[in-house]
């Protein structure tokens, strides 16, 4: 589990930079860099459609992984000890990005 944190304030999960969905994926298997990859579990918050029954904001989440180019994928789930998900102003998840995403080599 990887200590996650969301500057993607318009997410219905987003909860002061914590994420309440429990587990996300990141998208991008092709990815070449950070901007190829988008977080696939982003919901636009619509309105007051931000609710409780979403769960409690946690800093430490599961992440699986589909940038199979990325240093901190294995087997599909991220190591990294931090991840950053950036996307201000998104309205659907390509709009997203993680900014941890580094190349393997």
């Keep these: 589990?990887?200590?996650?944190?969301?500057?993607v304030e318009n997410c219905?999960?987003?909860k002061s930079e914590c994420c309440c969905k429990g587990d996300i994926v990141v998208g991008g298997k092709h990815a070449g860099c950070c901007d190829d990859t988008c977080c696939e579990s982003f919901a636009e918050k619509r309105g007051d459609s931000f609710s409780n029954a979403y769960g409690e904001p946690c800093r430490?989440?599961?992440i699986g992984?589909?940038?199979v180019k990325c240093?901190?994928?294995?087997?599909?789930k991220c190591?990294?000890?931090h991840v950053d998900i950036k996307g201000c102003g998104a309205c659907d998840c390509r709009e997203t990005a993680c900014a941890t995403f580094?190349?393997?080599a």
């Design 60 to 62: 430490t989440i599961s």
């Design 71 to 76: 240093v901190y994928n294995s087997d599909y």
């Design 65 to 67: 992984c589909e940038a």
């Design 12 to 14: 219905v999960y987003n």
């Design 79 to 81: 190591q990294a000890d």
């Design 102 to 104: 580094r190349e393997r």
């Design 1 to 7: 589990m990887a200590q996650l944190g969301c500057g």
